[in-house]
C-alpha cells in the first residue's frame, strides 16, 4: 500500500524520485511481519487455552495449596523479568506489565477461592492498586497498561460506592462518600499532565490525561441523560450528597490541570471538566424533565466542542458535534412521539435526521481544527 501510495504522491508532484526511494528503503527496514505475527499469535492463544482448558478439567484434582504456589511463582518470574528492565523489546516489557497485572487480580480471587473466604469486592481492588499499581506507574508505556491501572481504578471506586450506604449509614453521609468515590478517577487527568515531560513514557501519561478527561465528560454525560427519569430528591448516585462531592472533586481537577498545564490544551481540558461538574451540579433543576436533560446533555457537549476548538483537538471536536446531534435527533422523537405513530410523522423524521447529519458534517468540516495529535 505505501509503494502505491508513493507513486501516487510523485505524480502528483508531492514527491521527488530520490525521497520515495529513501521512504521506500526505510520502509524496507522496519517492516513488520503482520501475517507471520498473526500466525504466531494464533499458535500461542491455541496453547494458552489448550492449558487452560487442562487445568480446568483436573482443576478439583490439584491441591488449592499447589496452585496457589504456581500462581504467585508465575507472578514471581513476572516480577524479577519486569526488574530487569526493557532491554531491547520494550513491547515484551508492556505485555509482560499487563499479565503481572492481569495475574495479580487473578490471585485474589484464587485466594479467595482455596481458603473460601470472601471480602466486599473494593478491598481486593483496592489492594491491587496499592501492591500492582506502583509497578504500572513505573513501568508503562502504553494504553495497554494505562487502561488497565484506569479500569481497576475505575471498578474498585464504583465497587465502593454500592457498600457505601450500610458502611456510613446517614444518607447525607452516603451519598457524599458515594459522590467522592466515583469521582476519583477524574484525578487520573491531572495526573497524567503532571507527570507529561518529566520521563521518557510521555505517550503513557498523555493517556492517563485522556482517561480521565473521558471519564469526566462520560459521566456528566450519564447524569445528564438520567436526571431526565429522576426526581429532585434522589437518594444514592443521585443525592444532594453524591452531587455536591462530585462537583467538588470535578472542580478540584480541573484546577489541577490548568495548573498543571499552562497552555492553550490545559486551559481547554480544565474548562471542559469544569463544565461537566457544572452540568452535575444544575442535573438537579431538571429532574424529571426529558427537554432539561436534554438540553443540558447538550449544553455539555457544546462546551465540550468549544474546548474542542481552542485547544485543537479535531477528533473530539467532531466528537461532540456527533453526539450533539444525534442527541437532537433523539430529542425530536421524544417530544413528536404522538405523530411518529403516522407516515406523516416518520417523514418528518427521516427528513430531519438528513438534515441533522447534514449539518454536522457541514459543521465538521468548516470550523474542525486543523487535524494533529490529540490532548
Known sequence: MIGRKLSAWQRAGLLDEQ?????????????????????IGIGALAIGLGLVSVVAANWEDIPGR?????????????????????GERPWAQEAALFV?????????????????????????????????????????????????????????????????????GAEQRAGAA?????????????????????????DFWRRFEQLGFAYAIGCASLVAVASGFGEPDGDGLFSFGARMAQVVVGLAAAALLVGARRDRSGQALGGAVAGAALTILLSRMVDGSQLGAALLFMALWI?????????????VFQLAVAAVAARLV???????????????????AGV???????????????????????A
Open 330 to 348: 433523539i430529542l425530536s422523537f421524544e417530544l413528536a412521539s404522538d405523530l411518529l405513530t403516522s407516515g406523516f410523522g416518520l417523514i418528518v
Open 100 to 168: 503481572f497485572g492481569a495475574l495479580g487480580l487473578a490471585f485474589f480471587g484464587h485466594l479467595g477461592q482455596v481458603y473460601q473466604t470472601s471480602a466486599p469486592l473494593w478491598q481486593p481492588l483496592s489492594l491491587w492498586l496499592v501492591l500492582f499499581g506502583p509497578a504500572i506507574l513505573l513501568r508503562g508505556a502504553s494504553w495497554l497498561t494505562a487502561i488497565l491501572l484506569a479500569g481497576v481504578a475505575v471498578w474498585a471506586s464504583w465497587a465502593f460506592a454500592d457498600t457505601a450506604g450500610p458502611l456510613f
Open 178 to 202: 458515594i459522590g467522592l468515590a466515583t469521582a476519583l478517577p477524574v484525578l487520573l487527568a491531572p495526573l497524567g499532565a503532571a507527570m507529561r515531560g518529566r520521563d521518557g513514557r510521555g
Open 66 to 86: 499447589l496452585r496457589l504456589a504456581v500462581h504467585f511463582a508465575s507472578l514471581a518470574a513476572l516480577a524479577v523479568l519486569l526488574w530487569r528492565g526493557p
Open 303 to 315: 462546551g465540550v466542542a468549544l474546548a474542542a476548538l481552542h485547544g485543537g483537538w479535531r477528533d
Open 19 to 39: 525521497t520515495a526511494a529513501a521512504i521506500r528503503a526505510y520502509e524496507a527496514d522496519h517492516a513488520r511481519p503482520l501475517a507471520l505475527w498473526a500466525v
Open 352 to 374: 430531519l435526521i438528513l438534515g441533522v447529519a447534514w449539518a454536522a458534517v457541514r459543521l465538521s468540516r468548516h470550523f474542525a481544527p486543523p487535524r494533529e495529535e490529540t
